[in-house]
């Protein structure tokens, strides 16, 4: 069974500051995801991954899938409270249950202005 | 954009029911799934399809029952509604194609009473 654990599972910051949250596996993955979801919505892809060490950039959000590709980090710089939410990373593979992607249980980010 | 829309934003049903989840997507997406959502519990899927008719069980498919009959609608039957299936309920679909990003519907939240 492959397992995605997120770090931290709960993150209150003040508007203005930088986090970090982590995504961590034993698995590799041939691509991850990050989303975000606000309250009584669901989802919304943020990014896709899927080359070791990719770094991409969506304005003050970086993300960084691992060179191994087990492992990945979203950073936020300057926090607003607009990134509120629940961010859920989620990790697919080529195999025989090929569709399937595996959910971290998510960081809940509270952002206060 | 590709778009996911789901029947029903708020259902509220008596022990017992049968009760009829709607999901369409309009993108040619060969896989949708089925997950519902819960405090504490994370994304836990249900069921998934990767193609007309097909379709395979997920981490929890007690209870439930899904039917494909065609492409772009993937729907979630529950037989005999209990209060545990009280839940938010998110329909996903997926290109097969390595990545396999997943686009969400905006989820229904389910009372059974």
């Known amino acids: 069974t492959q397992l995605l654990e997120q770090s931290p599972q709960f993150l209150s910051i003040q508007e203005g500051e930088n986090l970090t949250v982590y995504c961590n596996s034993s698995s590799v993955f041939s691509s991850l995801q990050w989303y975000r979801q606000e309250p009584g919505e669901g989802p919304v892809l943020l990014v896709t991954v899927v080359t070791g060490g990719e770094v991409k950039k969506l304005k003050r959000l970086t993300f960084q899938f691992g060179d191994a590709r087990k492992d990945s980090s979203l950073h936020i710089t300057a926090a607003q409270t607009g990134d509120t939410g629940l961010y859920l990373c989620?990790?697919?593979?080529?195999?025989?249950?090929?569709?399937?992607?595996?959910f971290g249980d998510g960081t809940t980010l509270t952002v206060k202005p | 954009d590709v778009k996911v829309t789901q029947s029903s934003r708020y259902l509220v049903k008596r022990t017992g029911e049968k009760v009829f989840l709607e999901c369409v997507q309009d993108m040619d997406h060969e896989n949708m799934f089925w997950y519902r959502q819960d405090p504490g519990l994370g994304l836990r899927l249900i069921y998934f399809s990767y193609d007309v008719k097909m379709k395979e069980k997920g981490d929890i498919p007690e209870g439930y029952s899904v039917s494909r009959e065609k492409k772009e609608r993937f729907s979630l039957i529950l037989e005999s509604a209990s209060t545990n299936q009280t839940s938010m309920y998110l329909c996903?679909?997926?290109?097969?194609?390595?990545?396999?990003?997943?686009?969400f519907g905006p989820g229904t939240r389910l009372l059974v009473l």
């Open positions: 989620a990790g697919a593979t080529r195999n025989t249950n090929a569709g399937k992607s595996t």
């Open positions: 996903a679909s997926s290109l097969w194609n390595g990545q396999e990003t997943q686009y």
